[in-house]
């Protein structure tokens, strides 16, 4: 990142520290959970491609990451939005009566 930036390290750091409160790694690391829980509740890719397509290194790397963050898992997160979604739907549409 501050290569591309054209920055140091501890300019880039600093700046993070100063805009965001937070490390780059840690904006990064957030930035790769949001999208895998977008993934996780929207798309049928398997867990092992989710952790890909956000970065990991594996879907290891991302379960570690969720139960370390989020204090839950790819598998559990994803069914609990599933589930959210189906139950919001149902009342987003009542059955007519006739």
Not at 29 to 41: E, G, K, S, V
């Amino acid at each position: 990142m501050a290569r591309v930036a054209h920055l140091s390290v501890s300019r880039l750091h600093a700046l993070f520290r100063e805009e965001l409160d937070m490390s780059p790694h840690a904006w990064l690391l957030q930035r790769r959970l949001d999208f895998a829980c977008r993934c996780l509740a929207a798309s049928a890719w398997p867990i092992a491609e989710v952790a890909l397509q956000a970065g990991f290194a594996d879907q290891a790397g991302l379960t570690r990451a969720m139960r370390q963050h989020l204090d839950t898992t790819p598998a559990t997160y994803r069914r609990i939005q599933r589930e959210r979604g189906a139950s919001q739907a149902g009342r987003e549409h009542p059955p007519r009566t006739q």
